[in-house]
């Protein structure tokens, strides 16, 4: 069993900065892979960034070279650090978790934070 609990999302202009958080607790998290997930209402679930147990990252297309996941085991904290961003990113962010690696299914989530990027 893994708890998720995100932090961080809140208001900003288009070209602004977050940094979502993602407090985990369980045992032997750093044997877990650890997603992030957005969701606009009327829009399918869109899958963001993963990092996987031996820290190796991959981020979606569309948000590549602006967001960057990072994980720090020893505050079994994972991070969405988030630049430049967009009016389209405007989403709710969910922390996910999975065993070993990200192209496993997440069976873990969080409660999710909203992020909203407008003028």
């Known amino acids: 069993q893994v708890d998720l609990v995100e932090s961080g999302g809140g208001w900003v202009q288009p070209g602004g900065s977050l940094r979502l958080s993602c407090a985990a607790s369980g045992r032997d998290l750093d044997y877990y892979a650890f997603a992030w997930f957005r969701r606009v209402p009327g829009k399918e679930r869109e899958w963001v960034s993963c990092i996987n147990n031996v820290g190796r990252t991959v981020v979606a297309d569309s948000v590549k070279g602006r967001f960057t996941i990072s994980r720090d085991d020893a505050k079994n904290m994972v991070y969405l650090q988030m630049h430049s961003l967009k009016p389209e990113d405007t989403a709710v962010y969910y922390c996910?978790?999975?065993?070993?690696?990200?192209?496993?299914?997440?069976?873990?989530w969080g409660q999710g934070t909203q992020v909203t990027v407008s003028s």
């Open positions: 996910a978790a999975t065993t070993y690696d990200c192209t496993r299914g997440f069976d873990y």
